[in-house]
C-alpha cells in the first residue's frame, strides 16, 4: 500500500473516464464512490465495470470473487451531498468555469485534507484551483484511456500544489497499479502537448483530401502503431477530444500549429462524438 491510503475515493463523472477511473481504484481495493449529476449515466457505468470484470475472469485475470469484491467496494450516486471522503478525483467535462464551480463546492463540502484532483487532459491545474481556500491540495492526476488498462498516470502539481499532496497522489497511483511521473503545469502536461499533432495533423490531412480517414488510420497502423488518429479519436469522443484541442490552442495563446479542424468541429456539431453515440468516423 502507497503511504496514502484514502478510506474512501470519491469519482465525479461517470463517463468514458470516471467508470475506468472508479473501476480501476475499487479493484485495487479501495471504497469508491462514483458520482454523476447526470443519473442515467449510473447505470451504464455500473454495466461497463460489470462487463469489464466479467471479461477479466473470463482471461483468467481474476477470479469470480475477486471479481465480486471489486463491484461490492464500488457504489454509485447522483446526490452531491454524499461527496464527502478523502480523495476527490474529477473527471467531468474539460471546461475551466465547470471545472472551478465544482471544486468549490466540493472544498466546501470536505474537510481540510481532503485531496481534489482533476483528470484533465490539459487546463492548467493552477487555474483550476485559483478561486480555492486550499490550492495546496489540488493537483492533476492524468489517467489515459481506457483507465483500467492503460498504466500511465501523470501527477502534476500546480503553483501552490504541496509537495506532500503530490506525492501522495504518485503513491497512490502506483498502488492502483499504474506507472506514475511527475509533470510539469504546462498546458497538455507531457502526453497530450505531443499527441496533439498526432490528430491536429491527420484532420488537416483530411481537410486537404491527402487521403480518407479509413486510408490514413491504415497507413499508420501498418507503420507500428496500434490504432489510427480516427479510431482513437472515436474511442476518446470527438467533443472531448475537440475540447482539448480548443483549450491547447488558446493555452497557445492561438499558435497555429494547435488550430482545432472544422471537421471535427462539424461531427461535434451533429452528436456524431464516436464509440460513445454509436457514430463518429466510423459506425459502432
Ligand atoms: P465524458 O463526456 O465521457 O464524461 C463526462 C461525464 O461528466 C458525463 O457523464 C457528464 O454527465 C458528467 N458531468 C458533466 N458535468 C458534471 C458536473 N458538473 N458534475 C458531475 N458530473 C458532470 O468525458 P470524459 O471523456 O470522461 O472526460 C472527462 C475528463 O477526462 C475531461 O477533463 C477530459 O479532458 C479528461 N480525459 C479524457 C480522456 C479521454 O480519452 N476521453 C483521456 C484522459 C483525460
Known sequence: MSTFSPKSILVIGAGVMGRGIALTCARAG????????????????????????????????????EKAASMARLSYTADFADLKGDLV?????????????????????????????SNTSTIPITRIAAKLERPDKVVGMHFFNPAPIMKLVEVISGVKTSPEVAAAIFGLAEDLGKKAVMAKDEPGFIVNR?????????????????????TLDKLICASGFR??????????????????????????????????????????????????????????
Request: charged share 25%.
Open 227 to 284: 490504432m489510427g488518429p480516427f479510431q482513437l479519436m472515436d474511442l476518446i469522443g470527438i467533443e472531448t477530444n475537440l475540447s482539448v484541442t480548443k483549450s491547447m490552442y488558446d493555452a497557445f495563446f492561438q499558435d497555429e500549429k494547435f488550430r482545432p479542424s472544422r471537421i471535427q468541429q462539424q461531427k461535434a456539431d451533429a452528436g456524431l462524438n464516436g464509440r460513445k453515440s454509436g457514430e463518429g468516423f466510423y459506425k459502432y
Open 89 to 117: 478525483i474529477e473527471a467531468i467535462l474539460e471546461r475551466l468555469d465547470i471545472k472551478q464551480d465544482l471544486f468549490a463546492k466540493l472544498e466546501a463540502q470536505n474537510g481540510p485534507d481532503t485531496i481534489l484532483a
Open 30 to 65: 479501495y471504497n469508491t464512490t462514483l458520482y454523476d449529476l447526470n443519473e442515467a449515466a449510473l447505470p451504464s457505468a455500473e454495466a461497463y465495470v460489470e462487463k469489464f470484470l466479467s471479461s477479466s475472469v473470463t482471461r483468467g485475470k481474476m477470479t469470480e470473487d
Open 194 to 214: 505531443v499527441a496533439r499533432h498526432f490528430y491536429v495533423e491527420s484532420l488537416l490531412m483530411l481537410e486537404e483530401q491527402v487521403a480518407d480517414h479509413e
